[in-house]
């Protein structure tokens, strides 16, 4: 049974339907993300589970039991905010043995579980000091202990990395993961950034506008979007406009205006004269310089016009004859060259039927 | 150069404004201290005047109500306001978003046009007999927007989500207000209770209002005094009126700089 059941969740702010009838269910034991753009309604949807506040319709039920009514201190689910929210009056210790005193816990019970939470996230050492006085990755990880140290259900993650710059980010992505698997507690996890939903999720779901556009494990999302805006937004990819012209056992035939036909594989669905858009991610393209074109389903003929060069990686902006621009990924296997091919180069580009997707408007 | 000048003007300003404000006061310190009954000419050091003051009951009693009122004044109010403040600071919308001004008002009223109306609701509305109970209520009164104030902007100077957090790990209402609200709270209620009680001991022009005629307070008193004449031993009070007032003005901003220093 699942341990978190969202049934048809709404949440209206005035005009803005925050929620939209949003329906989930998150097993035990699961790192489950949120992700979508700024005001889809994720933190929203997080503050409904927290208990901050009410949906307007649907139900929360937590192992079964159904949330509405229950206030957030009596909820087995912690959160860490986005701005860590420590008690700037409590010392590190007393932070972190907050929930275990308003438990009722005793004084060796507190203790002993206090040393546990600040070695698990290596502050044993910072026990008495002030939030103020620690940095930014410090204070992160004490919202971490103390959102733990009284072994919630289920752990909610507002947005916790965003304060923290890059390679910080980076590192506490890491410890995260190798967190949850030590706990085996649920993490939700909201975010707006696709990389991080990518890297620490066991599934995710996009959100956008307040709806749930797409549930799904990371790869399953990133190599099958179901639409455009979750095509669009995980990660880069190259949008053609199309029109269905055939599908049958041998693939799926699609009409690009100017470019011609482009082959995927068979799907069960689209008719002939639908209008719709086909899907390829930039590293799923190869670039032909010469030589065989014809072991690739699909190739068109165009110009290098422009190269980003991202350290790892290099991304062309290969101009194609109808002025359709394709964004193709090379890595940079070879040390100390940044590029391969120079502006204006004559290249073909070309990918194999199973490499993109067709999305329906 | 141009920046060594530039702080001379800023000094000599600042020096100008200070004597403007505190030489008159600086007059009556010093003169507190002559050795003569008429504020004329030095004659020499004494404090002898202080001595006086101890052995003026009219004056001790004045000093007594003064304390009384000014204590529960202060303590009844910084317990209202601090209630005015957060729930300033909680709703924001709807009807109570002119609660700040509803509250504010009796601050920035003349004290004359308060004085009057209080005066009018405890004869006319309230038939009460004025004395210590109406002069404690007017001071209450116009307390409780100062200790509003200086409570709702450290309010909103804190993460709200600390509270929030509060609740997300265990504490329920009461216990996030005990833990988290009133010991970040504390320093701007200490604050708007000094500046009561500060305001209380030194108000004159309300008190005269709704004093009535048996109870006198301290600024009563002095003032009841120079009808006579200036003594030397109005100077020595008013001296220790001022010290006490100076003294707790500078705790309470050192409590609650965000509001009673201008800074942010």
Known sequence: MALLEIRNVSRRFGELQAVDDVSLSIGAGEFFTLVGPSGCGKTTLLRLIAGFDAPDAGQLLLDGQELAGIPPEKRPVHTVFQSYALFPHMTVAQNVAFPLQMAGKSEDEISSRLKEALELVHLANKARQFPRELSGGQRQRVALARALINKPRLLLLDEPLAALDAKLREQITGELIALQREVGITFVFVTHSQQEALAVSHRIAVMNNGRIEQVGAPEQIYSYPRNRFVADFIGTINLLPVEVRA??????????????????????????????????????????????????????????????????????????ENRVVLDAMLTN????????????????????????VYLRD | MARARQSLWLWAAALAVYAFLYLPLAVVVIFSFNDSLLNAEWVGFTTRWYGTLLDDTEMLNAAANSLFIAIAAASVATVLGTMAGMAMQRWRAGFLRFLPVLVLTPVAMPELLLGVSLLLFFRQVLDLTLGLISILIAHITFS?????????????????SIFEAARDLGASPWQTFRRVTLPLLLPGILAGFLMSFT????????????????????????????????????????????????????????????TLQGRA
Request: proline fraction near 5%.
């Open chain 1, 333 to 356: 296997a070879v040390p100390g060259r940044a590029r391969f091919l120079e502006r204006g180069a004559p290249v073909a580009v070309g990918w194999q039927r199973d490499a993109g």
């Open chain 1, 247 to 320: 599908t049958d056992h041998d693939g799926l035939r699609l009409f690009a205006a100017g470019l011609g036909e482009i082959v995927g594989t068979p799907i069960v669905g689209p008719s002939p004269g639908e209008q719709g858009a086909f899907a390829v991610r930039p590293e799923q393209l190869r670039i032909v310089t010469a030589g065989d074109l014809t072991e690739l389903d699909n190739h068109f003929h165009g110009r290098i016009r422009d190269h980003l060069y991202l350290g790892d990686v290099t991304v062309y902006k290969i101009e194609l």
């Open chain 2, 144 to 160: 409780i927007g100062f200790v509003a104030i200086i409570v709702r902007v450290r309010l909103a100077g804190m993460d709200e």
């Open chain 2, 199 to 258: 305001l209380s001991v030194d108000d004159f022009v309300i008190t005269v209002f709704v004093a009535g005629v048996g109870v006198t307070t301290l600024p009563l008193q002095i003032y009841s005094m120079i009808k006579v004449a200036v003594s030397p031993e109005v100077n020595a009070v008013s001296t220790l009126l001022m010290a006490l007032t100076l003294t707790l003005i500078a705790l309470a901003s050192k409590l609650a700089p965000d």
